[in-house]
Nanobody
Framework: QLQLVESGGGSVQAGGSLRLSCAAS????????AGWFRQAPGQERAFVAF????????SYADSVKGRFTISRDNAKNTVYLQMNSLKPEDTAVYYC????????????????WGRGTQVNVSS
């Protein structure tokens, strides 16, 4: 069964950058669409970005469009989230997951959630 592990989180000042990785094992990740979500304290898990199986199609939440880039390297069974121009409101635990639903922004359509990686952005 496909398992996903996120990494790359950390603490950064506003305006800085981080690159998150989501490494898959136990299956072929390229057979699935993938997405990144985030959850801040006291808030629901929210959609961040979606990527197709080839990486040729992507979509983003309005709050991160133009600052974040999702990509994947199927040879490495890994999906990435490059985060630039970070803001304090980007502080959250970031999760990746797989889905068979095209361009879904509904966390209920996603499976094989990782444990998440914490991102802290200070002002």
């Amino acid at each position: 069964q496909l398992q996903l592990v996120e990494s790359g989180g950390g603490s950064v000042q506003a305006g800085g950058s981080l690159r998150l990785s989501c490494a898959a094992s136990g299956g072929v990740f390229e057979n699935w669409y993938a997405g990144w979500f985030r959850q801040a304290p006291g808030q629901e898990r929210a959609f961040v970005a979606f990527v197709s199986t080839t990486g040729g199609s992507t979509s983003y939440a309005d709050s991160v469009k133009g600052r974040f880039t999702i990509s994947r390297d199927n040879a490495k069974n890994t999906v990435y989230l490059q985060m630039n121009s970070l803001k304090p409101e980007d502080t959250a635990v970031y999760y990746c997951a797989r889905t068979s639903s095209w361009n879904s922004r509904d966390s209920g359509d996603y499976h094989s959630w990782g444990r998440g990686t914490q991102v802290n952005v200070s002002s």
